[in-house]
């Protein structure tokens, strides 16, 4: 039996006193003062004791707070006054992820979260312990999947992998890294959500000198010197729409930095190893994250590309396993591989995690870009057809074909959508791809495939059209990153419905699993190779020798 | 070149799939595995089912659209009564459409389900993917005398899938089956 590191405890007797001191503090005020329940030195005695009880709290807690690795399971006993046992068959276990923040850093801390397939959160989370012990019990989990192949995989489903391997500390070799120039080229390509959300924010309390930038600009460009909100109405229209376009500007150029420097902390040092049968990444400038993910438990395999790196030939990686609860915490359900690189490189170690060449994608039938055009060009269609109507019907509305402008770039977005969408059958893995704003080319080999399901709406049917989803314990698909091509040919999909129903059994039957491994080192071999390094995109002859078609 | 691979690919595919069905089955049926009208149904009580649920819905509109007449805006009288002769028709429309759609099968290696009036969605649920099965019998289905039977997988999309308007024999009698059958392919599976 472990127990967490001392320091650790430390840190929680430290919350706790702030933490309870506090409510202790705030109880006895309103105890003494609105309610008046108590005399008035009661606050002397209540923040105290309430310090005291959190600091007894945490201190129990540490005490309560073990874990052992042993036996193949990992066993984590807690709880003060709800006790609670949990055993862990380390086979079951999908990630390890080592979380450092900067205090951890400090004290040479690290908190470990275990992630099985199951249950809607986090199953183990050791907060926190040495970093080498951290390290080592990443390790471990590692090792014991080496040392036990007949361990079962997740599902239930039984190790397919009878190759036996030597238990001594696997070599681990670097399959990826961030460069600082492939780092600043992923900040400025990348775009967050968070971003424009914290200026907006963040404008109230920097309001002066938003307002002071905002004016040096607008006059700079030759409008008013001063701009202030209840300036506005004195303005003229010129004015107003300068000062309205700057700030818009500004504001997007604040967002676009802060975006950057977003990206900046969290793929700052990025490296991606390949250790024994694991894939492990570090990451991170403030928050340092490491994590573990065990080839035989990846799901699918995405290739992401958004607008901006489809120009420069960029795409990253990420590679999914059924370990994360949906939306825990600042975790995505999906790991990254590669944040940035180019098209090649990304496809190359893509097809060296799935072990099959990224095809050329089947194109949809036309009649699915004639229905894609369609369904935007309703929008705009409706809406003169609505403006038009309020003009005869109603009062008379100045440009009501105004809408009708928009046509053609719902028909470009129609066509841009379906030349996007595809999918492909190969030998041991469905590709669907969709998206125009971010393409996302998703891998599914065959035996990670839970159930088929063929949709067609009433819409599809009078085409002739249907879509298929192959869904997977992957849980990136709950946030909508279903493996689904969509629109194909009514006959094509039963064929494709078909198909993934062979291929899963068929897969299952002649045990896939272990290939990947193979696929891996020809590929590192290969780079490692003084003149084939250059070749990085094609693994094929490596891959041809080492299975059977 | 790629795309002429995966095309030899692809119709490799076709006649393997074509092949191994059988004769009988033409490639319009993929992938039931006989004609979808030889297929089991529902048990046709379950109509009923759904056509009282569509009623109780039609009923909670004429509510609302009371409420509405009572303490917002005064709407007519007739309006209320088409709404919810309207709501009404075409939930029972739906349901009958419905169970003359729904149709599934135990198929060699997995589950078939055809299902779905405005939507038309097929399922195909291997066995090896049966993490459980359940039969269930909630208070409506009781008082008609059905059941239904759910199962379970590990995926995140179609993790449970339920069969419903099954006579309760016939409920236990497929919960059984697909218990044996989701065990028989776990011993194929560890070859």
Redesign the interface.
């Given at each position: 039996m472990n127990r967490l590191h001392p320091i650790s405890a430390v840190g929680s007797v430290v919350t706790n006193v702030v933490r309870f001191g506090s409510i202790g503090f705030f109880a006895g005020m309103m105890l003494t003062g609105p309610l008046d329940v108590l005399p008035l030195g009661a606050v002397f005695v209540l923040a105290p004791v309430g310090a005291l009880v959190g600091a007894a709290y945490a201190v129990a807690r540490y005490y309560r707070f073990t874990y052992a690795l042993a036996g193949g399971t990992l066993s984590v006993d807690s709880g003060v006054f709800d006790r609670q046992e949990r055993e862990i068959p380390l086979g079951r276990i999908q990630n390890v992820d080592i979380e450092r923040g900067p205090v951890q850093r400090l004290f040479g801390l690290a908190v470990v979260k275990f992630e099985t397939a199951g249950g809607s959160a986090t199953e183990a989370v050791l907060n926190a312990v040495d970093v080498d012990e951290a390290r080592a019990l990443q390790s471990a989990v590692a090792q014991y999947r080496r040392e036990d192949d007949e361990t079962e995989g997740d599902e239930g489903e039984p190790a397919h992998d009878t190759v036996t391997r030597e238990a001594a500390e696997p070599e681990q070799r670097r399959l990826y890294e961030l460069s600082t120039r492939d780092l600043l080229t992923l900040a400025l390509v990348s775009f967050r959500p968070a971003a424009p959300a914290v200026v907006l924010f963040g404008v109230p309390f920097a309001q002066e000198y938003a307002l002071r930038l905002l004016s040096a600009t607008v006059e700079a460009l030759g409008g008013p010197s001063t701009v202030s909100l209840s300036g506005l109405p004195t303005y003229s229209t010129g004015e107003a729409l300068l000062t309205v376009g700057v700030a818009a500007a500004l504001f997007a150029l604040a967002a676009w930095l802060l975006s950057a420097a977003f990206t900046i902390t969290e793929y700052h040092g990025f490296h991606l190893d390949y250790v024994g049968d694991d894939l492990r990444y570090e990451r991170g400038l403030i928050q340092q994250y490491s994590g573990s993910i065990p080839l035989e438990k990846v799901q699918t395999v995405t290739v992401r590309e958004n607008l901006l790196m489809r120009q420069v030939g960029y795409a990253a990686l990420a590679v999914e396993t059924a370990g994360y609860a949906p939306g825990s915490g600042s975790q995505d359900a999906s790991n990254t591989a590669i944040p940035l690189d180019d098209r090649e490189t990304v496809l190359a170690v893509a097809e060296a995690l799935t072990d099959a060449d990224v095809p050329a994608m089947e194109r949809l039938p036309d009649r699915s870009r004639r229905r894609y055009v369609v369904r935007y060009s309703l929008l705009p269609l409706v809406a003169t057809g609505l403006l038009l109507s309020v003009d005869t019907l109603v009062q008379t509305v100045p440009y009501w074909y105004a809408p009708l402008a928009l046509v053609p770039v719902t028909v470009l977005a129609g066509h841009l959508s379906w030349k996007h969408r595809g999918f492909a059958l190969l030998e041991h893995l469905f590709a669907t791809r969709s998206g125009v704003l971010v393409r996302s080319t998703r891998l599914v080999p065959y035996y990670r495939v839970q159930t088929v399901i063929d949709t067609r709406t009433i819409f599809q049917r009078r085409r002739s059209l249907a879509s298929v989803t192959a869904d997977t314990a992957s849980t990136a698909s709950l946030l909508g990153g279903d493996a689904t091509a969509y629109d194909l040919d009514d006959q094509r999909a039963r064929t494709v419905h078909e198909t993934l129903r062979e291929r899963l059994m068929a897969d299952l039957r002649a045990g896939e699993r272990g290939d990947r491994r193979q696929g891996l080192t020809a590929l590192l071999d290969e780079a490692d190779a003084p003149d084939e390094g250059a070749d990085a995109g094609a693994p094929e002859p490596t891959e041809s020798s080492t299975r059977e078609p | 070149m790629?795309?002429r691979v995966?095309k030899k690919?692809?119709c490799a595919?076709?006649t393997?799939?074509v092949g191994?069905?059988g004769s009988s089955v033409t490639?319009?049926l993929?992938?039931a595995r006989t004609a979808p009208h030889r297929m089991e149904r529902l048990n046709s009580r379950v109509q009923l089912l759904w056509i009282g649920r569509a009623v109780v819905v039609a009923a909670v509109l004429a509510g609302v659209a009371v409420a509405i007449d009572r303490f917002a805006i005064p709407v007519d009288p007739p309006l209320i009564a088409a709404v919810v002769v309207v709501a009404a028709v075409l939930g029972t429309v739906h349901a009958v459409l419905r169970f003359r759609r729904w149709r599934f099968e135990i198929q060699d290696?997995?589950l078939f389900l055809v299902r779905?009036v405005?939507?038309?969605?097929?399922?195909?649920?291997?066995y090896?993917?049966l993490?459980h099965t359940d039969t269930q019998r909630g208070p409506v289905e009781r008082l008609v005398g059905l059941s239904s039977v759910v199962v379970y997988?590990?995926?995140?999309?179609?993790a449970d899938?339920r069969i419903p308007g099954l006579r309760p024999e016939r409920a236990t009698e497929l919960r059984e089956q697909l218990r044996e059958l989701a065990a028989e392919s776990?011993a194929?599976?560890?070859?």
């Open positions: - | 790629i795309d995966v690919l692809l595919d076709l393997c799939v191994r069905a490639p319009t993929f992938p290696d997995a779905g405005v939507t038309q969605v097929d399922t195909s649920v291997p090896v993917r993490q997988t590990a995926g995140t999309r179609g899938i776990e194929t599976d560890a070859v």
